[in-house]
């Protein structure tokens, strides 16, 4: 089953027609297709990316599943200040490592990041990043891994996946985060019980979900959608800005909003402190349904 790796980005397909396309840059999945969980279901894409969102490394891509590390949204540290909103991983080229994986079970490619000078003058630790991305038929999965390589010093971070699930936003709805607190950041961030079942995103949402379950479900208003499997993240996000906040972000689509709904497992409230030599481990596992 075929990694074909090009200047750009590596493709992962397998002779079902599933497949998925990470580029180097910010080692951002940008596609993942796969057919709905059932007999005879077509390929279709799962993810968005937007028509305006640059591909040519100048920026960040808006959409597909970006990697959002050492900080999640924009510096509010002072030791933070001289990163860009979203840290350094979804702004550095990775390298291809190997093929982990090439069977009748899927294909699984890894990337790693490790300190370079422009990383180093921004956030000067030791670390290595690896990321494993690993295509089967029905499932997608996007496995962090974070090394603290120095002996004497730690460091804390923050890491999530920003993942832009393509849907019509005014059909779909989010479950798995009933009765949980979440910070509301359209309202000043008020602490905000989570009462019903499903989470929609027809008006502006920006909820950070704190000591999140792990077990998510994006359903389509037609039926079928996307099951999400994590593991080694304490919270998710879930994130529409609908067209007021939408129209103010410069590579966004118009209309590009009504296409999407992000759901993001991630260390986006506190700071995970990692030891001299210590290691961690961010999954997720997406699948048809």
């Not at 951002?28 to 640059?54: C, D, I, M, N, Y």
């Not at 979900?209 to 499997?229: M, Q, T």
């Amino acid at each position: 089953m075929p990694v074909n790796k090009g200047e750009q980005t590596v493709v992962l397909s397998l002779p079902n027609g599933s497949s998925t396309e990470i580029y180097y840059y910010g080692a951002t999945v940008v596609s993942w297709r796969a057919p709905a969980a059932g007999a005879q279901a077509p390929v279709t894409e799962r993810l968005f990316v937007s028509s305006k969102s640059a591909l040519d490394g100048s920026k960040p891509i808006r959409g597909g599943i970006p990697i959002a590390f050492p900080i999640f949204g924009p510096p509010q540290r002072e030791q933070d200040k001289a990163m860009s909103q979203h840290g350094i991983a979804r702004s550095s080229v990775w390298k291809f490592d190997h093929t982990v994986m090439d069977n009748e079970a899927g294909v699984s490619v890894k990337f790693v990041l490790e300190p370079t000078p422009e990383i180093t003058k921004v956030w000067p630790h030791a670390f290595k990043l690896g990321y494993v991305v690993t295509l089967s038929v029905h499932e997608l999965s996007t496995n962090l891994h974070l090394e603290n390589t120095s002996s004497e010093e730690s460091f804390d971070f923050q890491a999530l996946l920003h993942t832009y699930f393509l849907c019509d936003a005014s059909n779909v709805t989010v479950t798995g985060v009933k009765g949980l607190t979440y910070l509301d950041k359209t309202n000043n961030y008020a602490e905000t019980k989570q009462e019903g079942d499903e989470v929609s995103v027809r008006t502006y949402t920006d909820a950070v979900y704190r000591d999140a379950p792990g077990l998510y479900e994006v359903k389509y208003g037609d039926g079928g959608g996307i099951k999400i499997n994590t593991h080694g993240f304490k919270d998710v996000v879930i994130w529409n800005p609908q067209a007021d906040a939408g129209r103010a972000i410069g590579d966004m689509e118009d209309g590009g909003w009504d296409k999407y709904v992000c759901v993001e497992p991630g260390w986006a409230v506190d700071f995970n402190e990692l030891p001299p030599g210590g290691k961690w481990n961010g999954l997720q596992t997406l699948s048809t349904l």
